[in-house]
């Protein structure tokens, strides 16, 4: 069996998961951005489990979202299968539907940032299969380095690699795909983060939204308790997650969607919103989130636990003044979309 489909080619982007579906939406002609995709997927759905070493959003849950809010249909399964995993996927190809597979990079080799770290949960897209070969044709466009750069990596690795990394998969049908507006996107962003903002747990073992960003600096605490041969690599996580999957991930995706969107924000609001306040405010907050990740990080090599009480505090700081930017963001939705109603 061989089938590659044609004229496909990725770009990079910010994030896994929405720089995949980006590339999926632009191949379908349905180019929504992925900061708008943020929104219209409902990446905001943090949840936080009461350990300390996962914060994450949860884009199984997430991606259904589309459907209500786009109406793009998300098919999605796990890999249990073998060789019908295989199967499956080749259909899709021969379709002309790019496949999102959600991988473990432990059994990623073509490239050593995989090969020579921890294991992460990643997304990637298959646009090949040549089973003669042994060969799958993917695209991985958020291929991050040492210095947080993202380039990306298209074409032929081993199928069997693939097959052994894959843990669950997913497709898309467009076929009752609305046509959306800017005024239908910011109104989805809108909802979506008031309802982020809200926050709400379960049982008092499940946070999501802002309640599990809170949940997660109030649980620092529990660095202190870890014995020295668990703190290093605890620290090692709480600096991926608070960079990648959690407090900066919303951050930029917000920048970005304030960046994309300044045109048609500045034609409607008036002069009492000042969008670039909120603006360099966010990207101020983002860097100090940088900058608490490295101060976390280096309490990991030093095991110096004297530190954890600052770190607990700046962080209750740096989160109560980005709760206070987000609530401004949310002003300068609802202003805009009440100017749009006059």
Known sequence: MKHIITGFEAVAGQACVLTALHNISRFNKCDYSESDLFFLCNELNVEYRLDLNYIANNSVVNLPNLEKE????????????????????????????????FVNTCHLTYDSIYKDNTNRYHAILIYGIDTENNLAFIADSHLRNY???????????????????????????????????????????????????????????????????????DDFHKLSLLEDSQLAGTCLNLNYFIKICSFNYINNYLISFIRENSAFIKINTDVIFNTEEVLNSLEAISLEWIKAALSILKLGKSLKKDRICNIIEKGKVLLGTQTNVYYKFLDLLKHMLREQIK
Do not use: P
């Open 70 to 101: 786009a109406g793009i249909r998300v098919h999605m399964s796990d890999n249990k299968y073998g060789n019908a995993f295989i199967e499956k996927v080749y259909g899709l190809i021969v379709e002309n539907k790019l496949v999102m597979l």
């Open 147 to 217: 210095l947080g750069e993202v380039s990306i990596f298209q074409g032929a690795v081993s199928l069997k690699e693939i097959s052994a990394a894959v843990y669950r998969f997913a497709w898309f049908d467009f076929t009752n795909k609305k046509d959306l507006n800017k005024t239908d996107i910011f109104t989805a962003a809108r909802d979506n983060f008031e309802e982020f903002l809200n926050g709400h747990e379960q049982d008092g073992k499940i946070f999501y939204g802002m309640a599990a960003l809170k949940k997660y600096i």
